[in-house]
């Protein structure tokens, strides 16, 4: 069982900047897939960016260039730097590990981008 917890989130200007964090607990969080997905009213919840175990990237085409994905294997936290927000970019962000079989969300946090 892992719990993720994610922090981070909040209200910031077109142009500004956020950086999420997600804890998670257990002892094999260097072995997971981990994800950031956002979800805005009334769409489907989307892939913004993953990491797997080797350290490989991948982006959302809307989001690359301006959202950097990283991880801590030694805090067991994975990290979404976020510049240049746009409107466009405000939803729920969600964090998810996964290995096969196995998935695992936290409870998502809040990014507003507005002037």
């Known amino acids: 069982q892992v719990q993720l917890v994610e922090s981070g989130g909040g209200l910031v200007q077109p142009g500004g900047s956020l950086r999420l964090s997600c804890a998670a607990s257990?002892?094999?969080?260097?072995?997971?897939?981990m994800g950031w997905y956002r979800q805005a009213p009334g769409k489907q919840r989307e892939l913004v960016a993953s990491i797997d175990n080797g350290g490989t990237t991948n982006y959302a085409d809307s989001v690359k260039g301006r959202f950097t994905i990283s991880r801590d294997n030694t805090k067991n936290t994975v990290y979404l730097q976020m510049n240049s927000l746009k409107p466009e970019d405000t939803a729920v962000y969600y964090c998810r590990a996964a290995l096969p079989g196995l998935n695992y969300w936290g409870q998502g946090t809040q990014v507003t981008v507005s002037s």
């Open positions: 257990g002892s094999i969080f260097s072995r997971y897939v």
